[in-house]
T-cell receptor, first 114, second 111 residues
Framework: DAGVTQSPTHLIKTRGQQVTLRCSPK?????VSWYQQALGQGPQFIFQYYEEEERQRGNFPDRFSGHQFPNYSSELNVNALLLGDSALYLC?????????????FGPGTRLLVL | RKEVEQDPGPFNVPEGATVAFNCTYSNSASQSFFWYRQDCRKEPKLLMS???SGNEDGRFTAQLNRASQYISLLIRDSKLSDSATYLC????????????FGQGTELSVKP
């Protein structure tokens, strides 16, 4: 049973560019959440997708947008990159109806903005 | 005030030691609670969910005190392989919802 997968593993961009990160959830999961983890900090919630809709959003600007596809996979897009966007971007999948739903994380995409 | 606060680290302990991590959360409406473990440059992995009655998994014991909004994790007989960052995590919802992470506490177990 494949776990959560993310691509690419590493990415280097320059300020002002745009980036797209991808996530495939664990088999049987229908919900995808995205988190940003800066060095030395805990992950911060960006947004969550369920049934192809954004279900919740954290305190991130509109430069951060996402999408969920019918097969439950998801993309995170970041426009107009800033140096401060350099971080580990984590995707987590879950099954929404599960009692005390548990989120399982992918290996992350490490983004460096120069 | 941060929504989830953890003991500052790092904790440096010898093999075989017992170590305790503490965590407090600010939102009394929080519904679900977890400890995740994160190895260096890796993703967080669920260590255990935390229930009101307390729960144990081998050498690991987690406790929740809703009245004090306090969560703890006890590791007995520490192993070198326990070296990692331990993240206290809270969710305001039992289903769905965002995970709110503490900053994490680094544990280093020495021979």
């Amino acid at each position: 049973d494949a776990g959560v997968t993310q691509s690419p593993t590493h990415l280097i961009k320059t300020r002002g560019q745009q980036v797209t990160l991808r996530c495939s959830p664990k088999s049987g999961h229908d919900t995808v959440s995205w988190y940003q983890q800066a060095l030395g900090q805990g992950p911060q919630f960006i947004f969550q997708y369920y049934e192809e809709e954004e279900r919740q959003r954290g305190n991130f600007p509109d430069r951060f947008s996402g999408h969920q596809f019918p097969n439950y996979s998801s993309e995170l897009n970041v426009n107009a990159l800033l140096l401060g966007d350099s971080a580990l971007y984590l995707c987590a999948s879950s099954f929404l109806a599960e009692f005390q739903e548990t989120q399982y994380f992918g290996p992350g995409t490490r983004l460096l903005v120069l | 005030r941060k929504e989830v606060e953890q003991d500052p680290g790092p904790f440096n302990v010898p093999e075989g030691a017992t170590v305790a991590f503490n965590c407090t959360y600010s939102n009394s409406a929080s519904q679900s609670f977890f400890w995740y473990r994160q190895d260096c440059r890796k993703e967080p992995k669920l260590l255990m969910s935390v229930y009101s009655s307390g729960n144990e998994d081998g050498r690991f014991t987690a406790q929740l005190n809703r009245a004090s909004q306090y969560i703890s994790l006890l590791i007995r007989d520490s192993k070198l392989s326990d070296s990692a960052t331990y993240l206290c995590v809270v969710n305001k919802e039992a289903q769905g919802g965002k995970l709110i992470f503490g900053q994490g506490t680094e544990l280093s177990v020495k021979p």
